[in-house]
């Protein structure tokens, strides 16, 4: 769980991510319910962002190396700034989309980006951002 509350950390920036032991919740700067993850009875994930009314749904998809600020720290288990945060912070304006979140690789890359193998941006381009559609869906169980 502590892989998804970095992801989040990074996915949102100044968001707020309350973890329990049954639950995940994410809270945007502004307050707003971004995303809401339950454990259901045999002890499985559930997304139910939707049914919450917030505004995000759960999502992992890789995010660009240069905007990820905080990191699991493979010793103590605690979450802790990279130690290029300072420059990724700069970084990440470029991979924020108009809503202040950052954009996923395959986003960009569908707009014509490119990246290394480890997620770093190599090549950018000029290409307009178009927000993808959104379709409604039922809560997925998450492994």
Known sequence: MKSWIVHYKNKFPGCTVNATENSLDVFGADGSHLV???????????????????????CTAPIPRDARVHKLCKVTGNIIPDEEAGERVKARRAVMNSAGEVRTIAEMQAQGHEFDAKGGLIKKTQTPQVSAPQTPQTPQVIS
Request: glycine share 14%; net charge positive; proline share 0%.
């Open 36 to 58: 809401s993850l339950v454990k259901n009875g045999a002890g499985q994930w559930v997304d139910r962002s939707e049914e919450m009314g917030c505004a995000k749904k759960h």
